[in-house]
C-alpha cells in the first residue's frame, strides 16, 4: 500500500471575480521511501496540493476527493488527529524560511518546537534536542547556534534550521515547497544534498515542489507536472529528462539555459474562466482542431501517463 494516495482532488475558490478552480482530479501516490517532485509555473496549483495534505487551506477554499495517508482519509479525520499529524508524521518545509521563522524567538526554541508540542519536552530538553539537530545539519558552533535569532543567520542557514526541524520527529512524509526560493546556486545544491541525506537517514518518503527542474531532476524518483490545475504528465525522472512527452513538458526543458534558453510563448489560462479543449492548446505549437475542442484524458503510455492528443 503506498504511504500517501491522493485521489480525484479538487479545490475551487470562492473568489469575487468567481470560482478559481485550483487543483482538478488530481490523483498521484508515493510509496515509501520514494521521491515525487511536483513541477509546473507558478500559479498551476502546486501548493495547494501541499495545503491539502496538510488541511491548511484558506477558509475560501472548497475541497473534495480522497486523501489517504496509511489508509486514513486526512479529509475525515477530527482536528486533533490531524493536529497529531502535521509536524510529526507529515512535515513541510515551506519557501521562505524568513516568514517561517518568527524573529523574536531565538533558533534553539523554534527548532525544538515539535519536541515541546508533540512530546512534551521542557525547554531545557527541546533545546538540548534542537543541538543535536542543528549539528545534525552541519552547523558549525550548534551550541551557540541555538541563541541566535533568525535575523542573524543567513537565508540558507535559516532554511537548515527549517529543515532540521521539520525532521526533528522522523516523518513518514516530507513535503518541500520551493525549498531552494531565492537562494544561490550553489547553495541550492548543498541544501537539497543535506535535505536528502537527512530524508534517507529516515527513511522518509518526500514531495518536492519546485518549478526548478535542475532541483527536480537532482533529487526525485518521479516527476509529476501540473499545467493549470491538471496533471499534464507523470514519468521516471530519469524517462523525464530523456523524452518529455507533454508539449508543455518539452517547452520547460527547451526553456532550461543548458538547452538554449528558449521561454514557452504565451501565458497560463485564467483559473477562472472555463477554457474549452486542451488547456494547453493556446501555446501548443502541434495544436489541432481536436485540441481546441475536446480535454484530452490522462493516457497511459509503458508506465508513463500524459494528457495529450498527440498520443492516441
Ligand atoms: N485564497 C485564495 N483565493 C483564491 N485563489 C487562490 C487562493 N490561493 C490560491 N489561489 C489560486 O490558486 C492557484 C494555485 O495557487 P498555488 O497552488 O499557490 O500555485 P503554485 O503552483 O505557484 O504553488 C493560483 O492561480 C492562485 O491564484
Ligand atoms: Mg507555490
Not at 518546537?113 to 538540548?128: D, L, T, V, W, Y
Not at 533568525?150 to 513518514?172: C, D, V, W
Not at 548543498?190 to 535542475?214: F, P
Amino acid at each position: 500500500m503506498p504511504l500517501l494516495t491522493i485521489e480525484r482532488l479538487n479545490v475551487t475558490f470562492a473568489t469575487r471575480q468567481g470560482r478559481v478552480k485550483a487543483v482538478k482530479n488530481i490523483s498521484m501516490s508515493i510509496s515509501n521511501q520514494e521521491k515525487l517532485a511536483l513541477i509546473g509555473e507558478t500559479g498551476c496549483g502546486k501548493s495547494i496540493v501541499a495545503q491539502s495534505i496538510l488541511r491548511l487551506l484558506p477558509k475560501n477554499a472548497q475541497i473534495n476527493g480522497r486523501i489517504l495517508f496509511q489508509g486514513r482519509d486526512l479529509l475525515l479525520v477530527d482536528e486533533k488527529t490531524m493536529a497529531s499529524i502535521r509536524g510529526k508524521e507529515i512535515a513541510i518545509i515551506f519557501q521562505n524560511p524568513s516568514l517561517a521563522l518568527n524573529p523574536v524567538y531565538t533558533i534553539g526554541w523554534q527548532v525544538g518546537e515539535p519536541f515541546r508540542i508533540h512530546q512534551g519536552a521542557n525547554r531545557n530538553q527541546s533545546i538540548q534536542e534542537s543541538i543535536r539537530l542543528l549539528s545534525y545539519m552541519r552547523f558549525d558552533k550548534p551550541g551557540s547556534a541555538v541563541k541566535m535569532y533568525p535575523y542573524e543567520f543567513s537565508g540558507g542557514m535559516n532554511q537548515r534550521a527549517l529543515i532540521a526541524t521539520a525532521l526533528a520527529l522522523h516523518p513518514k512524509l516530507i513535503i518541500a515547497d520551493e525549498p531552494t526560493q531565492g537562494l544561490d546556486r550553489t547553495l541550492i545544491k548543498q541544501i537539497i544534498e543535506q535535505l536528502d541525506r537527512a530524508r534517507k537517514i529516515h527513511s522518509s518518503s518526500m514531495m518536492l515542489i519546485t518549478h526548478d527542474l535542475t532541483v527536480a531532476q537532482s533529487i526525485s524518483d518521479w516527476i509529476m507536472v501540473m499545467y493549470a490545475g491538471e496533471i499534464v504528465e507523470q514519468a521516471r525522472t530519469r524517462d523525464f529528462f530523456q523524452s518529455p512527452l507533454h508539449p508543455y513538458s518539452q517547452g520547460l526543458l527547451g526553456s532550461l539555459p543548458k538547452n538554449g534558453f528558449h521561454p514557452i510563448p504565451g501565458q497560463s489560462p485564467s483559473m477562472i474562466e472555463n477554457l474549452q479543449g486542451c488547456q494547453f492548446h493556446p501555446r501548443c505549437k502541434w495544436a489541432k482542431e481536436q485540441c481546441l475542442n475536446d480535454k484530452p484524458e490522462l493516457l497511459s503510455l509503458n508506465r508513463r501517463l500524459v494528457r495529450c492528443f498527440l498520443y492516441g
